[in-house]
């Protein structure tokens, strides 16, 4: 059985830094791409950010670009987002997605297997 089990998620004022882990089991780890997407309360679904499974290639949402860095640890079936300079817009819900058809894609289709994933709330 496939897991991806977010952690590292909390309360954080504006301004602030927090990391996110995604620890996987029950897949070949370096053969998925890793993505994060995360999820406010009445909006979509939205993608933030995914590392391709070679870690050549990364990618991220113009609205995080410059603010989060996503790394995964291939040796500990791990992936990382960094979030720095948190804004209170940051807030959400945020999941991590493992998928194999993609090396750069932020839709959600492209992912097959998903977190239960970790709340993330920054104050003004």
């Known amino acids: 059985e496939v897991q991806l089990v977010e952690s590292g998620g909390g309360f954080v004022q504006a301004g602030g830094s927090l990391r996110l882990s995604c620890a996987a089991s029950?897949?070949?780890?370096?053969?998925?791409?890793l993505a994060w997407f995360r999820q406010a309360p009445g909006k979509e679904r939205e993608g933030v950010s995914c590392?391709?499974?070679?870690?050549?290639?990364?990618y991220y949402a113009d609205s995080v670009k410059g603010r989060f860095t996503v790394s995964r640890d291939n040796g500990k079936s791990t992936a990382y987002l960094e979030m720095n300079s948190l804004k209170p817009e940051d807030t959400a819900v945020y999941y991590c997605a493992a998928g194999r058809r993609t090396d750069h894609s932020l839709y959600s289709t492209m992912y097959d297997h998903w977190g239960q994933g970790t709340q993330v709330t920054v104050s003004s």
């Open positions: 590392i391709s499974f070679s870690v050549r290639n990364t």
């Open positions: 029950g897949l070949t780890f370096d053969a998925y791409t």
